[in-house]
């Protein structure tokens, strides 16, 4: 009797388990839809390499947006430290 009962759970968690998952997947996959998915924002892969080694290189995607906004980011962080370095006790 206890060997059919769990037989029968399998089953019922076999045969439902599938059809549940398949539901909320499509669902999350349009939900998660990111930005730069679309053709007018093109994911770009580039190449840098890691300090202090000959060999390993790190490669990073983002769309051009996350590029340009990256960019940017970094402009204004040296424009800081140059003008912070100015700004010392004299």
């Known amino acids: 009797m206890k060997k059919f009962a769990l037989l029968a759970l ?5 045969i439902g388990t599938p059809a549940l998952a398949k539901g909320p997947a ?4 349009a939900a998660e839809k990111k930005p730069g998915m679309d053709q007018a924002d093109p994911i770009e892969c580039r ?3 890691e300090i202090g080694s000959r060999l390993k290189i790190k490669r990073i995607c983002m769309s051009r947006s996350e590029w340009a906004a990256q960019a940017r980011e970094d402009r204004m962080n040296i424009e800081r430290s140059q003008v912070a370095r100015g700004l010392g006790p004299t």
């Open 26 to 29: 499509a669902s999350e996959r």
């Open 47 to 49: 190449k840098f390499q």
């Open 10 to 14: 399998v089953v019922v968690f076999a």
